[in-house]
């Protein structure tokens, strides 16, 4: 049972904020260290490159997708709550859009883009904790991997990995097609698909339960 659920509304809704923010943040990052972009982004991050077209104007593109995939998918079962992704959608496009004006540089050095490679994992796994925990609506990818995962009954790290597969294939390919040369996907893909991961599972064995009962909900497994 949550507790106190109404009660701190406020507080999950800035602890879920400030996740979302860190989710844009992380990705902005990422596609600065000219290493590879985190898998999720890599598809749109290519096209972005290729095209020269608005990187969060693909992101919010490519989220409402998955969107659209999650209702078809759940047919009958679909609730009006799951529309409630698309203000998350269009939230996270105008944060990754404001921290892609901010935060234009490009670093020559190689161990600076290595320091960020490292970095960009742990914001971006510290951002998709603070939202799951707050048991609001999740981000589009999330959700598309938990509405296949519980349509087809698979596990939701299979989901999760042939999604994040998916979206490096897709972005192989335009980069192929666009420059002839792979330019997206590199060493920080595959850093931020091991790492992000870890680092979910160790914020959630050192805070999970602190955040949740700041937010007045009890925390899982309790």
Excluded at 117 to 131: D, E, F, K, Q, R
Aim: include cysteine; hydrophobic fraction near 50%; charge should be positive.
């Amino acid at each position: 049972m949550e507790r106190n659920k109404h009660g701190r509304l406020p507080c999950r809704l800035a602890i879920y904020l400030c996740g979302l923010g860190l989710l844009a943040f992380g990705t902005t990052l990422s596609t600065r260290t000219g290493l590879g972009v985190a898998c999720i982004t890599s598809a749109p991050a290519a096209l972005s490159a290729a095209t020269g077209w608005n990187l969060s104007v693909l992101v919010f593109l490519m989220y409402s997708v998955m969107i659209t995939a999650q209702f078809l998918i759940k047919g009958k079962n679909r609730a009006w709550t799951d529309l409630l992704q698309l203000p998350v959608n269009m939230a996270f496009s105008l944060f990754l859009e404001w921290f892609g004006t901010l935060f234009t540089f490009h670093f020559e050095a190689l161990w600076q883009n290595l320091l960020l490679m490292a970095v960009s994992p742990v914001i971006l796994g510290t951002g998709v904790c603070l939202m799951v925990n707050m048991k609001m609506p999740p981000n589009p990818p999330d959700g598309l991997v938990y509405t296949v995962s519980e349509a087809y009954g698979k596990d939701m790290g299979l989901v999760k990995n042939l999604l994040d597969s998916t979206c490096v294939a897709i972005a192989l390919a335009v980069d192929l097609i666009g420059s002839g040369r792979i330019t997206t996907v590199g060493v920080g893909t595959v850093f931020s698909m091991i790492f992000i991961g870890r680092t979910v599972a160790l914020f959630n064995r050192l805070f999970r339960v602190k955040i949740q009962t700041l937010a007045g909900l009890e925390p899982a497994g309790k």
